[in-house]
């Protein structure tokens, strides 16, 4: 009831915040967000209860602002850490944690920030820290940043620092700088952009820490790493490249042996009025960076490697997310979109999507072939029938390995169909249905799923969902949810009900495992 009654007093703070605080001649702004979770006692999920029915992440951020400095702390409280998180693997319990500070000075040119710091090199393949509430973790690093940018032609930062792994910090350090030389402003072109830049990358571990470090082909507390890219843009074409490398062995997994690592991605885009394209293509080599040599979980990265897949979110679409293959895929993705409007009516048009995306094993099995990892194939069109009336219609094929490129060269295929349906009554009250349906003979079989969702803007929406397994003869269930959120200005508030399937979550392509419950949830968000 203590924790409880801590989740309430948040929500409290948070409807009595609701605008910018003025303090002395600066600002203070800053957000609130608690997740919630009672879990039940289901029979039909022998074992999913933990011994501490509650679990709460929350996290408090403010923020200062004067002129051209600002500081500003975050802290999170977890009493306890909800299951599925790897919060839980770094020491279980109930505890506190001031996952970041900052004090920065912002000029025209020039920046210096010294505490927590989130920043990337590129597409963050080299170097990436970042918070993600959803999966649970922060990586950033503790020390200082510099940048200066010299009138818009070269731009320089530097990161050092150690990073963030969950509650505590990394035993390693972490040094970096990355440079950006803008030709287009040196040349005076002004119709277009071309940008050459690199940046460099050093993790310092002391290799007597790591247990079987010789054995494992360790050789150096010291990796060092690199990159090159080139970006261009002109009349709706933009083209990047960006070559990654690691110059010494390093451990991309606990479970494997050091080997050197390196990556490829080449992205391309073409805008034309109604009408646009984008593909990308990735080929990674024993690229995941561990911030910690001796960590585990989601978390224990400094580097961004996310899925180049569709990411869905239909229920059925996303029952078996793509994951990153570290140790070495090749693949990538295209998407098309079409826009027809209505010339007399704007509240009318249609807009086509089509997205295609395989990715396969560097490795090749007996017969000499790569394995492939996962293929999709997804056509939705979307139609605006009126000022009332919108329907969408997705068809997507998916096939994936079970194995994730393991021995096991078979594969699993899914055709899932999904129809959605917003009707509006008036400019407050609007009614969204969705109906899907998986068609398999492989895994668990077919499902089926449904939604319907009562909104009343800007306040209230009442939604219930249901899930159902129709092809697992032994194990057939239901994975229902309801719920009801309220919105007040910038606070938002929701309770809900269900039962979940055991799988993966993903953000932004990231993914982590969340075991299945059933359980109350109460999320609250605010800012102020």
Same mark, same amino acid.
């Given at each position: /009831?203590?924790?409880?009654?801590?989740?309430?007093?948040?929500?409290?703070?948070?409807?009595?915040?609701?605008?910018?605080?003025?303090?002395?001649?600066?600002?203070?702004?800053?957000?609130?967000?608690?997740?919630? !979770?009672?879990?039940?006692?289901?029979?039909?999920?022998?074992?999913?209860?933990? =011994?501490?029915?509650?679990?709460?992440?929350?996290?408090?951020?403010?923020?200062?602002?004067?002129?051209?400095?600002?500081?500003?702390?975050?802290? %999170?409280?977890?009493?306890?850490?909800?299951?599925?998180?790897?919060?839980?693997?770094?020491?279980?319990?109930?505890?506190?944690?001031?996952?970041?500070?900052?004090?920065?000075?912002?000029?025209?040119?020039?920046?210096?920030?010294?505490?927590?710091?989130?920043?990337?090199?590129?597409?963050?393949?080299?170097?990436?820290?970042?918070?993600?509430?959803?999966?649970?973790?922060?990586?950033?690093?503790?020390?200082?940043?510099?940048?200066?940018?010299?009138?818009?032609?070269?731009?320089?930062?530097?990161?050092?620092?150690?990073?963030?792994?969950?509650?505590?910090?990394?035993?390693?350090?972490?040094?970096?700088?990355?440079?950006?030389?803008?030709?287009?402003?040196?040349?005076?072109?002004?119709?277009?952009?071309?940008?050459?830049?690199?940046?460099?990358?050093?993790?310092?571990?002391? &290799? %007597?820490?790591?247990? %079987?470090?010789?054995?494992? *082909?360790?050789?150096?507390?010291? !990796?060092?790493?690199?990159?090159?890219? &080139?970006?261009?843009?002109?009349?709706?074409?933009?083209?990047?490249?960006?070559?990654?490398?690691?110059?010494?062995?390093?451990?991309?997994?606990?479970?494997?042996?050091?080997?050197?690592?390196?990556?490829?991605?080449?992205?391309?885009?073409?805008?034309?009025?109604?009408?646009?394209?984008?593909?990308?293509?990735?080929?990674? =080599?024993?690229?995941?960076? /561990?911030?910690? +040599?001796?960590? *585990?979980?989601?978390?224990?990265?400094?580097?961004?490697?996310?899925? +180049?897949?569709?990411?869905?979110? @239909?229920?059925?679409?996303?029952? $078996?997310?793509?994951?990153?293959?570290?140790?070495?895929?090749?693949?990538?993705?295209?998407?098309? @979109?079409?826009?027809?409007?209505?010339?007399?009516?704007?509240?009318?048009?249609?807009?086509?999507?089509?997205?295609?995306?395989?990715?396969?094993?560097?490795?090749? $099995?007996?017969?000499? =072939?790569?394995?492939?990892?996962?293929?999709?194939?997804?056509?939705?069109?979307?139609?605006?029938?009126?000022?009332?009336?919108?329907?969408?219609?997705?068809?997507?094929?998916?096939?994936?390995?079970?194995?994730?490129?393991? !021995?096991?060269?078979?594969?699993?295929?899914?055709?899932?169909?999904?129809? %959605? &349906?917003?009707?509006?009554?008036?400019?407050?009250?609007?009614?969204?249905?969705?109906?899907?349906? +998986?068609?398999?003979?492989?895994?668990?079989?077919?499902?089926?799923?449904?939604?319907? =969702?009562?909104?009343?803007?800007?306040?209230?929406?009442? @939604?219930?969902?249901?899930?159902?397994?129709?092809?697992?003869?032994?194990?057939?269930?239901?994975?229902?949810?309801?719920?009801?959120?309220?919105?007040?200005?910038?606070?938002?508030?929701?309770?809900?009900?269900?039962?979940?399937?055991?799988?993966?979550?993903?953000? *932004? *392509?990231?993914?982590?495992?969340?075991?299945? @419950?059933?359980?109350?949830?109460?999320?609250?968000?605010?800012?102020?």
């Amino acid at each position: /009831m203590k924790r409880l009654a801590i989740s309430l007093a948040l929500l409290a703070t948070a409807v009595a915040a609701q605008a910018q605080i003025s303090v002395g001649k600066g600002q203070l702004s800053g957000s609130i967000e608690s997740n919630n !979770i009672y879990y039940m006692e289901d029979s039909a999920l022998a074992g999913s209860t933990p =011994e501490d029915r509650f679990g709460s992440n929350s996290y408090l951020k403010v923020d200062y602002t004067l002129g051209r400095f600002s500081a500003g702390l975050q802290a %999170d409280a977890y009493l306890p850490v909800l299951q599925g998180f790897d919060m839980a693997t770094y020491g279980a319990g109930h505890k506190f944690v001031l996952s970041s500070k900052y004090i920065q000075w912002q000029d025209r040119n020039f920046a210096v920030r010294v505490g927590d710091i989130f920043d990337q090199f590129g597409s963050g393949i080299l170097f990436r820290t970042w918070e993600d509430r959803a999966l649970g973790f922060n990586n950033s690093l503790e020390g200082v940043r510099g940048a200066y940018n010299f009138n818009g032609y070269v731009s320089v930062k530097g990161v050092y620092g150690r990073p963030r792994l969950y509650d505590e910090y990394a035993s390693s350090w972490v040094r970096g700088a990355d440079m950006s030389v803008s030709i287009s402003e040196i040349t005076g072109w002004d119709n277009g952009m071309l940008n050459l830049e690199g940046s460099y990358l050093n993790r310092h571990q002391n &290799i %007597d820490e790591v247990p %079987d470090a010789e054995m494992l *082909g360790l050789t150096s507390s010291d !990796i060092n790493m690199f990159s090159g890219r &080139i970006n261009f843009a002109w009349q709706g074409l933009e083209l990047r490249g960006e070559y990654v490398g690691k110059c010494n062995a390093d451990l991309y997994s606990p479970i494997h042996e050091a080997a050197r690592g390196n990556a490829w991605l080449a992205e391309a885009a073409y805008d034309y009025n109604r009408f646009a394209v984008s593909a990308s293509f990735r080929r990674l =080599e024993h690229m995941s960076t /561990m911030a910690s +040599l001796i960590g *585990g979980g989601t978390g224990n990265v400094i580097n961004y490697l996310p899925a +180049l897949t569709r990411q869905y979110t @239909y229920m059925l679409t996303n029952l $078996n997310p793509y994951q990153v293959n570290a140790e070495g895929e090749i693949g990538g993705q295209a998407d098309i @979109y079409y826009s027809l409007r209505n010339r007399t009516d704007r509240s009318r048009y249609w807009n086509f999507h089509a997205n295609f995306s395989t990715f396969y094993t560097l490795e090749e $099995n007996g017969g000499g =072939e790569h394995r492939l990892l996962w293929r999709d194939i997804n056509v939705d069109v979307e139609r605006q029938w009126n000022r009332r009336l919108k329907t969408t219609l997705l068809y997507s094929r998916q096939e994936w390995n079970p194995s994730h490129g393991g !021995i096991n060269d078979d594969t699993y295929v899914s055709d899932i169909f999904v129809a %959605d &349906i917003t009707y509006k009554f008036d400019k407050k009250k609007s009614l969204r249905v969705e109906a899907q349906y +998986l068609l398999s003979g492989d895994y668990e079989g077919d499902w089926a799923a449904a939604l319907v =969702e009562f909104n009343v803007a800007p306040s209230w929406s009442v @939604y219930a969902s249901d899930m159902y397994n129709l092809g697992n003869e032994t194990d057939k269930m239901h994975y229902y949810n309801a719920g009801v959120s309220w919105t007040h200005s910038r606070t938002r508030l929701q309770l809900s009900y269900g039962r979940n399937r055991a799988g993966y979550v993903c953000s *932004g *392509g990231v993914c982590r495992f969340s075991p299945a @419950y059933t359980g109350f949830n109460l999320v609250l968000t605010s800012s102020f």
